[in-house]
């Protein structure tokens, strides 16, 4: 099939490189977000989709309003069958959704109806879930509600970062979108609607959402944390120093870490503990401003912390 594949981030990457290999389909152009500007001096980069597409010297698509008239016929003239997905990064519009004969078919990276929204995958480590895994679907209108062509599943391991478990799905969830486009030129599968029921929402996180909040219990300052490394990453302030935080292991009671207050610090040789609203949690690594990530016992000998509480 003729494909105009819409995709903007790394987790996208997978998904773009198995369909121009494929030899069952050709992707005639990208449709990825404009331009962004990156790094200390601001400078305009392509998205890594674009860099990608344009490395094997495949158009890339950068409207500022995709959903534009002039847009709308700039894909007509293209003249794409199907329009697969992944993360792309705004809303399509009805009449930009009826240009293709197979529709735009989106790979989302949770069990749908569960965790429909952008951050699917934080929802899924923050919530505590043990299982989770990318869905294919054909678009609607309304958010991730179309009809389901497949599934795979994967464990949510006690570690995991959103990156780590992003990173796996994006392989798997690339297997599945080209078996699905397979499927659908082939006419070997038929959506099938989803489930009214279990539905839940997973909304961007903000960087003020990843604040961490030390009152709450140990095992969930644990997943809020990972759930948000690397993007937007977990953070709290050490009286007015504001701390990038990697992710953190609980501290069993006992062992001389009994009576820690909610952000109470305890720094002591080869270890930082804070305090939360039940066990006290272990610092890995920590990031203050203008500097890289480092180990947070050294951190705090550098520092010379007094007593002071995070918050």
Request: hydrophobic content about 45%.
């Amino acid at each position: 099939m003729r494909l105009v594949f819409a995709g903007t981030p790394e987790p996208a990457l997978p998904a773009l490189r198995r369909l121009i290999a494929s030899p069952r389909h050709e992707v005639v152009a990208v449709l990825t977000r404009p331009d962004a500007a990156a790094g200390r001096r601001g400078r305009p980069t392509p998205s890594p989709v674009a860099r990608l597409a344009e490395e094997h010297g495949i158009p890339a698509l950068k409207p500022a309003r995709p959903n534009s008239p002039e847009f709308l016929a700039e894909l007509r003239e293209m003249g794409p069958q199907c329009c697969p997905v992944v993360a792309f990064g705004a809303l399509l519009g009805e009449p930009l959704l009826a240009v293709p004969e197979h529709g735009w078919v989106n790979l989302h990276f949770s069990l749908l109806p569960a965790w429909r929204g952008a951050a699917p995958v934080q929802a899924a480590i923050a919530a505590g879930d043990t299982i989770t895994g990318a869905t294919t679907f054909l678009i609607e209108p309304s958010l991730d509600s179309g009809p389901v062509y497949g599934v795979v599943t994967e464990a949510i391991r006690p570690t995991d970062t959103a990156g780590d478990l992003l990173g796996r799905l994006a392989d798997s969830g690339a297997a599945l979108l080209e078996a699905t486009l397979d499927g659908i030129e082939a006419r070997t599968v038929t959506p099938v609607p989803q489930d009214a029921e279990g539905i839940s929402l997973a909304p961007k996180i903000s960087v003020e959402g990843a604040r961490v909040n030390w009152s709450l219990p140990a095992f969930v300052v644990d997943r809020q944390i990972r759930a948000v490394t690397p993007n937007p990453g977990a953070w709290t302030m050490v009286g007015d120093l504001r701390l990038k935080l990697g992710p953190v292991s609980v501290v069993g009671a006992g062992d001389g870490t009994d009576g820690l207050a909610p952000g109470e610090i305890s720094v002591e040789r080869n270890r930082v503990l804070i305090g939360t609203g039940s066990d006290p949690v272990q610092l890995g690594t920590v990031q203050p401003p203008g500097k890289k990530p480092m180990n947070a016992a050294d951190w705090a000998r550098g520092a010379r912390m007094r007593a002071v509480k995070a918050s």
